[in-house]
Structure formats: structure tokens, C-alpha cells
């Protein structure tokens, strides 16, 4: 670009800062200050971190950024992100009228509930920055795999906070990517050196500088404004940097809020009497002094522009750009600036500043001085909006028929396991498409065999050492561009990151993969921030979670997972199952490969009322317990059933005094109960229930229709127990919190008693914790009797 262009284009640049900074700023006041208040809430939208961004963010949208390029915007800048949509066609008026309310612009920038382009959804801070790194790592995957097409790589940006850097996951995301060989990710540090409450410590860019450098990432610092950098050429300027750089950041936030005279007084003060460097402050007036004291790279347009078009290769870059919280505004460096609101006698000085009359505040070009034609003219030609919709999409995969292992015993883990194999040995478009992970957990979970027959996807050939030795080995640790497994450290936030970036592949990178995870199920916990965030996302991938409950009984308390069921029922986005046997996992799994990739209209099947047509994710939940496998044909009633949640291993018959309905691996205890009362009790039936959460949503979706007129609707679970007498009882059972199931007696109004665990396990052995926890035969028999007081049950004394 010629030096003439470059130079005007700056200047059209640094008009639509102007505005933005604006329409953020009044944005946000409009919802707090004028939009009526029906409740009386303060609204909010954090005016002064999303000053402290407007310079950056209108560099990269209207300079740097490519259609290929996505971004993590810092959640606290939404309202800079919303203008800047706002100008270029991608936002309306309404929505930003309406930012913070019903069915407007959100609060975070959201994927699924924005409508103005927004790649990845932010607001629980730190996810979304990594989220970028793990999705240049998928993007290196499908480049890897000739997915790509002719699409150009694109940068993975986030914008990031500098107290978002507390985060913990950042830094081991840091760590993932390292190992991985990452490439085309920029972290643009707003380093504003202020967090919600307080001022960053002293000397932590240091900190980071050292660890982005470790880890192999080029580190650019961007801290003086062309400005100042005129002023350091000056006589008397390296003492003025010197004061700059030993500054402490309390101190210079708190001077960038006095203004123009403070710095003065400060300035004379401390560097006053020493010539050169007191006729530098002397020649500028104190509104001339402020601007060149708060003249920070982050907020200098040609300083940034220069920084990032200086990029000249994919390897993973840090700009540490420094900025003030609140920049442009009266808010600017106070410590308290954070959530604080702009008076309306403050947003009336600021629209004075900004030439922009009363009733105009929305126009897009009300105030600036370059005529609006040429400012039409620059918008149309930006980068970043030349490739048209940038939502990707591809086309579902056929699912094939899966066949359950012919096994007389097995385990729900590893028929998860012989499923995958078989689906390995062939060919499909499907198999080509799975892509696993899991953290250093590959073997324990049943990946193995996946595995050998797969590889393990390295952006270089790496050949297993055991096998080149040729020491005997069961597994293939091959690496390779065309491997499908990625194995990550032991860090389930990077799981779930991982999942939701290569589960977000169809859209992002126009190529649709199937990522499937797993983990013991214990540990969901320790990555639940990042699995909320990936279902916000709408991300699609399988969660295989095994082993699970006491049933691990050896392991103890530390391993034994208790909440998971109701997480997986809470979990919107989730479809959650928990099968006994492996002929119910092979018609889930069928089912799983074919929801994840499903994005219809999303309205409810009258059959189960549930959204099936939206698709989403699915967690399973299995076990380590062989249990010995049914001999049957199921039908296409049975395997429907199965989806939608439950269906009768034993059906009630006209008399039923009790119902056991009992999910997992305690099916077993469950059977041998039924046995046990049938000689005393009529029409005993047995539920096997195969998703609470699917049972659950599907009842409350279908009252919720009943209520809004739809008397026809009736659930899955609703039409089950439907035929069951009033004076029947129900023992529920699982080996997780019996709340799960607890709530099964609300449908028709049953006696239920819920059996499960709700404390902390040990080690023992199976019937030792099954008894500990009450969820034994015993239990039940005794459940059974409580809650349907009929005829004694014989085996109940001796149980």
C-alpha cells in the first residue's frame, strides 16, 4: 500500500474509532438510562473495558482480520463488538437498543443467541482464549486430512483481558499447544493492568513475557503511541520513558484519571529542573500532556497496524498491547471503573466531544468529518467482509448399522470399545470422520483398539519406539498427519475445549467432524465451566464417560462419581444416557453419531416431545462391571424406546403393586429383586431405564405444551407408566444420586421410594458398597415393601 493511502486510510480508521467508542458507550447508556425499566435492575455492560478495546478491535475488523481469520472477543468488550457489527451491516438498531434485554444483543458475545457473526461465544473469562488454540489445532487437522478444500488458513484471535491471564486453563492450554506444534493463534493481551477490583500487580508482563516464550509463541510488546515515541526522540525523551516504564500502574492509572494538570504536577515534580526534559512538559499544554501520557500502543492506530501486519509467519504470536481501562472516557483509570456508568451529565460532555447532535445518536456516521460516501466506500472494501457469510455448513454423514459384540458377558465400557473397533476396521464416511481424545486416559477407557487401527494425529511422522524396538507391546502408538486420535495431558478443561472446538468444524472450517471424547466420570467435574461452555456453543461431540459410580468399587471414594446423572439431566445441550446392556449402547451410539450432526428447526416430535430435530451433544455414562448380556432380537418398538429413555425388561400387568425402574449397572440387583417379590406380589414390573435426562425433558416438555393448549401431548415416560393402578409403588434405583430418578412418581402421582448414593465411597468390593449404599437386592426387596405395604415379602427377613 502506498505511503499516501496507507496515511488516509489511518485517518478513516481513526474516524470509525470515534465511532465506535461511541456507539458502544451510548449503547450501553441507552439501556441503563433511557430504555424503560419494567423491574428495576441495573442493566450494566462495562463501559470502560470495552473502551480500553475500541482501538484494537477497530484495527483488526477494519484493517487486519480476513474472512478465514475467527475471533475470541474478550467478554467485557461485547459492546465494541456489536458496533463495530453495527456499521458493517452484520447488527441492527433494534438489537442494539435492546442490548441486555429480551431477544437483544447479549451481554457476552454468544454464537447461538447473536445474530451478528460471532465465532466463538465468551463470558466465563479464560475459556474463550483458549478455545482459539484448540481450534487452530482442529483446523491443522482438517488441513491435515484434505478437509480443507481450497479454503486459505485462517488466524485463531482471541482478545484477552489481562486479568483473564489468572485463569488457570489458559496456561494449560498454553502447554497443550506446545505439544501439539501450534500454529496461526494470536493472543492480543488488552493490557489495561486493571482487573474487576484492583490494579495487576507490579512487574507481571515480565511473567508473561517469559511464559509465552517458553512455550515457543513470539512475544510483541506494544506500549508507546506514536506520540510518545516522537516524544522519546526529543531531547530529554529517554528520561521521560525511563519515569514511563518505572512508573508503578497504581500510580499511572491514577494520573491518567487527575488529567492533564496531575501529569504536569507530577511530571515537574519528579523529573522538573533537569533541562531538556523540563521543556519537553513545559511546551505542551495540559490537554496536549494527558494525550501524549495516555498515547499507549493499544490506542494508537499506526503502533497496532504496524505490530500486526508485521506478522510474517503461522507461529503462535502474543501482543501484549498496552491500554487504559476506560480510554476516551471520564471513567478512564479509575480503580473503579470496572462496572461503573457514565453519568448522564458525562454522556452529554462525551456527545459534545463527538459532534453528535440529539436525535441522532445512532446514526452510523454522525459527527466525523470524512463524508459518508467515503466512509460507505471503505466499509464495503474491509477485509474481513469479502468472503460473504462466514457461518460454514457440511453435509451429515450416513450413520451404518451398528451391531452389538457377540459376547456372552461384557461390560458397558468395553462394548463402547468393540463398537468403535469394528467401526474402525471399515471404511465409512463416517469412521473416516471420528476424530478421539482423550487425557492420557486412552487405554483405561476402551480407546486402545481405536487407536491401533487409527493412529494418533501428529502434524509429523513419529514412529512408535516400542514397536521400532521391537519390544512386544498391545498398543500401536503410531503418529501421523492421518492419524484420528489426539491424546491430551491430564487436564479435562482442555477435553472439553478440545470437544467444542472440533465440534464446531462444520461451521467453522466448512469440514464436519465427530469428535468423541472420554474420561472417568468422576472427572467431569473438574471440566464442567468448559462443558457448559461448549453445549453455550452448540458445539456437537460425544462424551464417553467410564468407568462411573461405587460400581468401581477397588478404586474408592476419590473415583466413584455420584452427581454425574443429574448433571447430565441439568446440562442444556446434552442428551445424556446410561445403558446396562451392550445391545442398548450399539442403537444409542447409532443414535449419538446420527443427533450430533442433526440441525433442523427444532420442533418437538409429538411422539416424545423432545427436540430431537436441533440435535445436540451426548454423554454417555458407562461402566467397568461385566454383566452377562441378554439373548434377544430387539425390535424397532424396543429400540425406539430405548432413545427416548426407558422401556419394560418385565411389563407391569393389570394388578401391579410395584414398578422397579432402575438405570445402569445395578440392573442385576434389580432383576434379582423382581425374582425375589414376584412370588409374593402381582404383575411386579421392571423399567429399565436407559436416560433419565431424556425421560425427564420429554415429560417437561410435553406439560409445558399441555399448559399452552396441546391437550393432546403426552411424554415417553407418561404413556410407560400410564397403565400402572394408583396404588402402585415405585422403587427407583441407580448407582448415582437418587434424585435422578426420584421424580418418577410426580408423573402420575405414584408412591416412589428413590434408592441411590448420595454419600462418598471407599474401596470394597461390589456387594460390599452395593450394601453400604442401599442399593442392593436387599435394599429394593426392603424399598418395595415400604412403599407398597402389602402381603409381607417372604425373602425380606432373610435378605
Not at 447473536?114 to 482438517?142: P, W
Not at 459534545?352 to 440529539?358: F, K, S, Y
Not at 468448559?530 to 473415583?559: K, M, W
Request: glycine share 10%.
Amino acid at each position: 500500500m502506498a505511503a499516501q493511502d496507507k496515511t488516509a486510510d489511518i485517518e478513516i480508521l481513526a474516524e470509525l474509532e470515534r465511532k465506535v467508542l461511541w456507539l458502544a458507550s451510548w449503547t450501553i447508556h441507552n439501556a441503563n438510562h433511557l430504555r424503560e425499566s419494567a423491574d428495576g435492575l441495573k442493566v450494566g455492560g462495562h463501559q470502560a473495558s470495552s473502551a480500553s478495546l475500541a482501538t484494537i478491535m477497530t484495527a483488526l475488523y477494519f484493517h487486519v482480520l480476513r474472512p478465514q481469520d475467527r475471533v475470541a472477543v474478550k467478554p467485557h468488550a461485547s459492546p465494541i463488538f456489536h458496533a463495530i457489527q453495527y456499521l458493517l451491516g452484520n447488527q441492527t438498531r433494534a438489537k442494539l437498543e435492546a442490548f441486555r434485554a429480551y431477544k437483544g444483543a447479549q451481554s457476552y458475545p454468544s454464537r447461538t443467541k447473536d445474530t451478528d457473526d460471532v465465532d466463538f461465544s465468551t463470558g466465563s473469562v479464560g475459556l474463550g482464549v483458549a478455545q482459539t488454540l484448540f481450534a487452530s489445532l482442529a483446523q491443522d487437522y482438517v488441513r491435515a486430512h484434505g478437509l480443507l478444500g481450497a479454503r486459505p488458513e485462517g488466524r485463531m484471535i482471541a482478545l484477552v483481558g489481562d486479568a483473564e491471564l489468572d485463569e488457570g486453563n489458559v496456561f494449560e492450554a498454553l502447554l497443550e499447544g506446545w505439544k501439539h506444534d501450534l500454529r496461526n493463534t494470536w493472543w492480543i493481551v488488552d493490557y489495561n493492568r486493571q482487573s474487576l477490583d484492583a490494579v495487576v500487580r507490579e512487574g507481571l508482563y515480565e511473567r508473561f513475557v517469559g511464559i509465552f516464550e517458553a512455550m515457543g509463541w513470539q512475544v510483541v510488546v506494544v506500549k508507546y503511541g506514536t506520540l510518545q515515541q516522537a516524544a522519546f526522540a526529543e531531547a530529554g525523551g529517554d528520561r521521560l520513558k525511563a519515569w514511563i516504564d518505572s512508573c508503578p500502574n497504581s500510580e499511572y492509572s491514577a494520573l491518567t484519571f487527575q488529567g492533564g494538570g496531575a501529569w504536569r504536577k507530577r511530571l515537574m515534580d519528579d523529573l522538573g529542573d533537569q533541562g531538556d526534559v523540563s521543556a519537553l512538559i513545559a511546551r505542551r499544554s495540559d490537554a496536549d500532556l494527558s494525550a501524549l501520557m495516555t498515547n499507549l500502543g493499544g490506542h494508537d492506530l499506526p503502533a497496532l497496524i504496524a505490530a500486526f501486519d508485521g506478522i510474517d509467519h503461522d507461529r503462535p504470536v502474543c501482543f501484549l498491547c498496552y491500554t487504559v481501562k476506560g480510554f476516551g472516557l471520564p471513567l478512564a483509570g479509575h480503580k473503579d471503573n470496572h462496572a461503573g456508568l457514565m453519568t448522564t451529565a458525562q454522556m452529554d460532555l462525551l456527545r459534545t466531544a463527538m459532534a453528535i447532535r440529539p436525535g441522532r445518536e445512532w446514526e452510523p456516521f454522525e459527527g466525523l468529518s470524512t463524508p459518508a460516501g467515503t466512509l460507505s466506500d471503505f466499509l464495503a472494501r474491509v477485509p474481513f467482509r469479502a468472503g460473504g457469510s462466514r457461518r460454514l455448513s457440511d453435509p451429515a454423514l450416513p450413520v451404518p448399522a451398528l451391531a452389538p459384540p457377540p459376547n456372552a458377558t461384557l461390560s458397558t465400557q468395553a462394548g463402547f470399545g468393540l463398537i468403535l473397533q469394528d467401526l474402525a476396521r471399515g471404511n465409512s464416511p463416517l469412521a473416516n470422520r471420528i476424530v478421539t481424545t482423550a487425557p492420557d486416559v486412552t487405554v483405561s477407557t476402551n480407546l486402545g483398539p481405536w487407536v491401533n487401527r487409527r493412529g494418533l494425529f501428529a502434524e509429523r511422522a513419529l514412529a512408535d519406539v516400542f514397536k521400532r524396538e521391537r519390544i512386544p507391546s498391545t498398543y500401536n502408538w503410531d503418529f501421523s498427519p492421518s492419524g484420528q486420535h489426539l491424546e491430551l495431558g491430564i487436564a479435562e478443561m482442555n477435553l472439553f475445549l478440545m470437544l467444542s472446538a472440533f465440534g464446531l468444524s462444520h461451521s467453522l472450517f466448512g469440514a464436519r467432524l465427530i469428535p468423541v471424547g472420554t474420561l472417568y466420570d468422576p472427572f467431569i467435574c473438574r471440566g464442567l465451566d468448559a462443558l457448559n461452555y461448549a453445549c453455550y456453543q452448540d458445539a456437537r461431540f460425544i462424551l464417553v464417560a467410564t468407568p462411573s459410580g461405587v460400581t468401581l468399587a477397588p478404586e474408592g471414594g476419590a473415583h466413584q462419581s455420584i452427581s454425574t446423572p443429574l448433571i447430565g439431566m441439568a446440562q442444556d445441550g446434552l442428551a445424556a444416557f446410561e445403558p446396562c446392556y451392550v445391545d442398548e449402547l450399539a442403537v444409542l451410539m447409532g443414535f449419538a453419531f446420527d443427533y450430533v450432526q442433526r440441525d433442523g428447526a427444532g420442533v418437538a416430535d409429538e411422539r416424545n416431545w423432545l427436540r430431537d430435530e436441533t440435535g445436540g451433544s451426548v454423554y454417555f455414562r458407562l461402566s467397568t462391571r461385566a454383566l452377562e448380556q441378554p439373548k434377544r432380537t430387539l425390535s424397532d418398538d424396543q429400540k425406539r424406546h430405548i432413545v427416548d429413555g426407558a422401556y419394560w425388561l418385565r411389563p407391569p400387568g393389570p394388578n401391579c403393586e410395584v414398578v422397579v425402574a432402575v438405570q445402569g449397572a445395578v440392573t442385576p440387583e434389580a432383576i434379582a429383586a423382581v425374582g425375589m417379590m414376584a412370588e409374593d406380589r402381582r404383575d411386579i414390573g421392571l423399567l429399565a431405564v436407559t436416560s433419565a435426562d431424556r425421560l425427564n425433558a420429554g415429560w417437561t416438555a410435553a406439560s409445558r405444551a399441555r399448559e399452552r393448549g396441546r391437550s393432546e401431548a403426552e411424554s415417553h415416560v407418561e404413556r410407560l407408566l400410564a397403565p400402572l393402578p394408583r396404588h402402585c409403588g415405585l422403587v427407583t434405583v441407580l448407582d448415582g444420586h437418587p434424585a435422578t430418578l426420584g421424580w418418577l412418581g410426580s408423573v402420575h402421582g405414584h408412591r416412589v421410594r428413590a434408592l441411590g448414593v448420595e454419600h462418598f465411597g471407599q474401596t470394597g468390593t461390589l456387594q460390599d458398597l452395593y450394601r453400604h449404599h442401599g442399593i442392593d437386592s436387599a435394599a429394593i426387596v426392603a424399598a418395595a415393601q415400604a412403599v407398597a405395604p402389602g402381603r409381607p415379602i417372604r425373602h425380606l427377613r432373610a435378605l
